[in-house]
């Protein structure tokens, strides 16, 4: 059996370098069983101490078709040392610069430098939902079991 990509959609994005020393995002890995979010890096140096949160500079903006958007998300090398994003929604209309904002959980400081990997940009196929006011939900297995509902 041949795995492949074929039947794949490319959808084009336009990366606007803001910064001589920023970098467009790449993915690491391609093909069939390539990774699943592009990598960003930081344009500049910056030092997140324990517990602070900071814009980190990527130097580029993009032009997403109105099909698109992108979610920001945590790498795990750095999600590993306490390092997390947030507000990492990127909608399609959007020309401003992408930052990423970071939040350092660990009790130490963590140094970035300009050109790491600080965060993934994950594509995502926009869709517009119609949201219906009801006075009740249909029955389901779960019904409203949350967090550790399944025991883990």
């Known amino acids: 059996m041949t795995v492949g990509v ?3 959609e490319v959808v084009r994005i336009k990366v606007l370098k803001m910064h001589a020393a920023a970098q467009v995002p790449r993915y690491a890995h391609t093909g069939p069983f390539g990774d699943l979010a592009a990598d960003l890096y930081a344009v500049g140096a910056a030092t997140l101490d324990a517990g602070q949160t900071v814009a980190v500079e990527t130097g580029i903006a993009m032009e997403f078709p109105a099909t698109h958007g992108a979610l920001v998300e945590d790498r795990s090398g ?7 994003t ?14 990423v904002v970071m939040t350092n959980l660990s009790a130490a400081a963590v140094e970035i430098k300009a050109g790491d990997r600080v965060a993934q ?3 995502v196929r926009r869709i517009e939902a119609e949201f219906e006011e009801v006075s009740e939900l249909m029955e389901a297995p779960r019904g409203v079991g949350g ?3 399944t025991g883990g």
């Open 78 to 84: 750095l999600a590993v040392r306490g390092v997390t």
């Open 6 to 8: 074929e039947n794949h």
């Open 147 to 149: 967090f550790g509902s």
């Open 86 to 99: 947030l507000a990492g929604v990127i909608d399609p209309g959007y020309r401003g610069e992408i930052k």
């Open 121 to 123: 940009l994950r594509i």
